[in-house]
């Protein structure tokens, strides 16, 4: 048993050296990651972690200390005196090469991540590709921190600006990206010169303990990036600690709205990622078949664990004859343990998760909805006791439904109608959230009105998750976001720094020729 938990790391193709740094060998239990190493923790109160399709144990996550906390932002605000008069072309080759180790081990991630949250591995991969692609942009620091300049903005005057480390930065992630999100934050945070605290979801850890080995070996130094656990606590801590300058989070409506609330009163800059209702609109024009194999994989992927899941869909007229074809693609769609070939989504990351959408699905039936498709029986064959959820669909629902004002998140799609484009567009407006939508269509003129009419942050044309590339950002709005400045791309960059602004006069008159006198000197 002592040794259950470090075996089933070496199983992952991790070798016996990496996995005792990131794990205890006395107790399957998460260590954490304070200046540099990985540090046995002294709490008394831990919290299980179980592969979702089985529900086996797999380690255990301890509760930081006060005491185990405090050391890690002591540690970064050490390592901040130091990182933040490092030149920028040492953290550019820093970041070259935390890049290249992070690719060269995506697969090891991958299997991290499959094991503790579930998704499929392809899943998993792209988990850790599209964190790889903000590191990869960080890498470019040294035209994103440039600052501005201005000559004779008055007589003999100049002003620049600066963009400048604002110092030790904290990370709250959420179970359903675990490579991803971790690497929206820390990265781009200690690219720009700060240093930073990360606290990874309780529920799926590893991935993030493999990141700070790798981060080790791309020569960051030791306090730069450091990490704790816990819950509600090690959140109040970030929350309220004085030495901690911003918080970034993501994850659900009601930790984001108080992470923001008590961060903010606390004065640190804050940006909140919270929950969403993401619609998309099919227009009876769209191309048929690319759009149903968009809407299943867009709608069940990931077993619908995602805060970008299209997990609404609105029939704009004769659309709604394609229901049935819709239906008959989701059926085709494996459900099975994420490590296993030829798997389209996984488990659910808990039984709770699970029971919460089952909830769900049973509140559409009761208030009204036609269930055209139903996984709620799911029984995957030798993983029995995995959170399984078939891909479901509720038909004709409104928008007083608990179905449809509630974020399921789970392999639910919740199915509108409408007889135009207008009452489409309405629909989505008075929803409260504002993370993302798309629209299917042929047609430019209606793909213009919707997105010049839609109040969303981000809309896809015939794309049904439109998560931006990190040259841009991500740029959810309303409900789904609290804070002023968003994750990666320029936004990402302003948040992790601070303007200084000088201006200096030079009077021209004050400048002096002289040459070089060649005469003995004489005392006078």
């Not at 991540?113 to 890498?139: F, N, P, S, W, Y």
């Not at 930065?169 to 490579?179: E, L, M, V």
């Not at 109040?455 to 002023?484: A, C, H």
Request: hydrophobic share 40%; aromatic share 8%; charged share 20%.
């Amino acid at each position: 048993v002592k040794m259950a938990g470090l075996l089933r790391v070496v199983s992952r193709g991790l070798n016996q050296g990496v996995a005792r740094r990131l794990y205890s060998s006395s107790a399957p239990t998460t260590k954490l990651f304070i200046n540099g190493e990985f540090v046995e923790s002294q709490a008394t109160e831990f919290i299980d972690v179980h592969n979702p399709a089985t529900n086996e144990f797999v380690t255990r996550v301890p509760k930081a200390t006060q005491s185990e906390m405090q050391s890690a932002v002591d540690a970064a605000a050490e390592a901040f005196k130091s990182w933040s008069q490092t030149t920028v072309l040492t953290r550019q080759q820093c970041m070259f090469k935390y890049q290249e180790l992070i690719k060269a081990n995506i697969d090891k991630l991958a299997e991290s991540i499959t094991l503790e949250q579930g998704k499929t591995l392809e899943d998993a991969r792209g988990d850790v590709m599209r964190g790889l692609q903000v590191v990869e942009h960080g890498c470019s620091i040294t035209s994103l921190q440039l600052g501005e300049t201005m000559s004779n903005i008055a007589k003999d005057m100049d002003t620049m600006t600066y963009k400048l480390p604002i110092g030790v930065t904290a990370g709250i992630t959420p179970f359903n990206f675990p490579a991803m999100i971790p690497l929206w934050m820390f990265p781009m945070a200690l690219v720009c010169g700060n240093t930073s605290v990360m606290k990874p979801s309780e529920r799926d850890p590893g991935c993030t303990m493999l990141l700070m080995d790798l981060a080790n070996q791309a020569g960051f130094p030791a306090g730069t990036v450091n990490v704790i656990h816990g819950a509600h606590d090690a959140v109040n801590f970030i929350c309220d600690n004085p030495t901690i300058q911003a918080i970034s989070f993501v994850g659900s409506d009601q930790a984001g709205q108080y992470i923001y609330e008590r961060g903010s009163k606390s004065g640190k800059r804050v940006q909140s990622n919270m929950g969403a209702k993401n619609h998309g609109v099919i227009m009876p024009d769209a191309n048929k078949e690319a759009t149903l194999n968009a809407l299943a994989g867009a709608a069940f992927g990931a077993a619908g664990q995602r805060c970008m899941a299209l997990s609404t869909v609105i029939w704009v007229g004769e659309a709604r004859e394609w229901i049935p074809e819709l239906i008959e693609r989701a059926k085709k769609l494996k459900v099975n343990a994420g490590h296993e070939s030829g798997t389209d989504l996984g488990p659910l990351i808990t039984p709770e998760a699970k029971q919460r959408v089952l909830d769900l699905v049973k509140s559409g039936v009761d208030e009204g909805a036609e269930l055209l498709l139903d996984g709620r029986d799911c029984v995957v064959p030798n993983y029995e006791k995995g959170n399984f959820v078939g891909p479901t669909l509720l038909n004709k629902c409104t928008t007083d439904m608990t179905c449809y004002q509630e974020e399921i998140f789970g392999p639910v799609l919740v199915s509108l109608e409408a007889d135009s484009l207008d009452s489409a567009i309405e629909t989505i407006n008075k929803n409260r959230y504002g993370n993302g939508t798309a629209i299917f269509t042929t047609n430019g003129a209606t793909a213009r009105k919707f997105t010049q009419e839609i109040d969303v942050g981000q809309v896809g044309v015939n794309v049904p998750i439109p998560v931006p590339l990190p040259m841009f950002s991500f740029t959810g709005t309303r409900g789904s976001f609290r804070g002023d400045t968003h994750f990666y791309g320029k936004q990402g960059i302003n948040f992790y720094t601070q303007t200084k602004t000088v201006t200096q006069l030079w009077r021209a008159e004050d400048a002096k020729d002289s040459k070089a006198t060649v005469a003995m000197p004489v005392q006078r």
